[in-house]
């Protein structure tokens, strides 16, 4: 290397990733602090630098919004004007000809616009924030080459957590070999290299460490550690199907009965769920319903033909629904005068998933869980097994598809009393005392 000389990587996992050749694919980091953001942009400068530079190159930068990359481009933007480079709209144009185009997945056609383009080198950043594993093959069908001293390379840096957790985790086999390259099925070398706060002295005996140290357990190990077996894709880890899940049967009259619902148009759907309450206090989810480009009206009617002739203690839903737009009568109000009342919803997010894992947890006195759900109720026990982290603050729910399944059962349970003091889970799948709650729930 000539002029980026004094650019240098830091020794250790830097030096490693931007020296690994033969790699197809390498994620990079794992921890927070490791210098990602550095190395990355130094990754995809080389190529249009080095011996100065490749005129035919071109790079690809993808951050998840334009917020992000706006922020990338900033500290790129230091780095790349000393070798001379100018920012020509998304484009960042070196001396010799070389390119590096930079872009966010936030529009809706985000993931198939660069298909057909030719990118040598593709910078993927934050790996984990990409939900579904195709989405980021159509990202990866870019990145190919016709230029016979470039090979196409792809670089991801990232952490653990967030929607793309578990197929990012199983791609790269974090947990198996880390720092050891091997082959995917098509012949392709992929490679880990993680990296900790520890291998970046510029941040290791600051007060990020101490920030990190005071987080809780399982960011803790997730953020300072690297762990990537701690912060799963599932956010709810409590939820078993075997144990939770329970045939539908007769609800006794006496048992008091609640609904909770949460508001939608389009695209998102508006979401109603009914809840029944034992003498001992055990919740049951035994009704679902929910609708696309319905008005209040047609949501209470709908609402009120499930509902029969049951009688409902305690109607609660979406806050959103006391806020008047476009209508001095707010849809609230809207519903209450078709026939179904609501009131207000306690719509504290860190807590009432945190509520909804004390309810997913086991009663000791009755060895059943204090939530248990009917099976008919498809879409809800679908989302409890499929919603994530959010991918700013790990500790609420990420956005999902099925996240208004979700909020409903934060909204009711917010009203009920807290079960803090249980245990926090229930007996190891295959153990005898988990053998005996499946039996007590099948035999009701």
């Not at 002029?3 to 390498?26: D, F, I, K």
């Not at 989302?383 to 979700?406: C, F, N, Q, R, Y």
């Amino acid at each position: 290397m000539n002029r980026v000389e004094h650019v240098n990587p830091l020794p250790g996992p830097q030096t490693r990733a931007l020296a690994a050749s033969g790699v197809r694919e390498l994620l990079y980091g794992g921890a927070r602090g490791g210098g990602k953001t550095f190395v990355g942009i130094l990754w995809i400068m080389r190529p249009a630098v080095e011996n100065g530079g490749n005129p035919k190159y071109r790079g690809l930068v993808i951050r998840r919004n334009f917020v992000d990359l706006c922020d990338w481009i900033g500290r790129a933007r230091d780095m790349f004007s000393s070798f001379g480079a100018r920012l020509s709209g998304n484009d960042f144009v070196f001396p010799c000809g070389a390119v590096v185009r930079v872009g966010h997945l936030a529009d809706s056609n985000a993931f198939e616009k660069y298909q057909g383009h030719e990118y040598h080198q593709v910078l993927v950043e934050e790996l984990t924030q990409i939900p579904a594993e195709i989405d980021y093959l159509k990202l990866a069908s870019s990145c190919r080459s016709t230029v016979p001293e470039l090979s196409p390379r792809i670089f991801a840096p990232a952490n653990p957590g967030g929607p793309g957790h578990s197929w990012v985790k199983n791609r790269f086999r974090c947990t198996q070999k880390p720092g050891k390259a091997f082959r995917d099925d098509q012949g392709q070398v992929r490679l880990f290299i993680p990296a900790k706060l520890a291998d970046n002295p510029h941040l290791d005996k600051t007060d990020y460490r101490k920030t990190l140290e005071a987080l809780p357990d399982q960011l803790r190990r997730a953020w300072l550690d690297g762990d990537w077996d701690t912060l799963s894709g599932q956010f709810f880890t409590e939820f078993n199907r075997t144990i939770h899940v329970i045939e539908e049967r007769p609800i006794p009259k006496y048992w008091k009965r609640y609904t909770a619902m949460d508001w939608g148009y389009r695209p998102d759907p508006w979401v109603c769920l009914w809840f029944a309450v034992d003498e001992s206090g055990h919740e049951y989810l035994y009704r679902e319903t929910h609708g696309n480009e319905m008005t209040p009206e047609e949501v209470a009617k709908r609402i009120r033909d499930l509902n029969n002739d049951e009688i409902i203690v305690g109607r609660v839903a979406d806050p959103s629904m006391w806020a008047s737009k476009d209508s001095a009568t707010s849809t609230a109000d809207k519903l209450s005068r078709a026939g179904w009342w609501v009131t207000q919803a306690d719509n504290d997010r860190e807590n009432g998933a945190m509520r909804i894992r004390e309810y997913l947890r086991l009663n000791p006195a009755t060895g059943r869980p204090w939530l248990q759900i009917f099976s008919g109720c498809l879409r809800t026990i679908e989302a409890l097994s499929s919603v994530t982290h959010d991918e700013k603050d790990p500790m609420k729910i990420g956005d999902h598809p099925l996240d208004h399944w979700v909020d409903p059962i934060r909204y009711h349970l917010m009203e009920r009393p807290t079960r803090a003091r249980l245990p926090e889970r229930g007996p190891p799948e295959g153990s005898i005392e988990f053998m005996e709650i499946r039996e007590k729930n099948k035999n009701g």
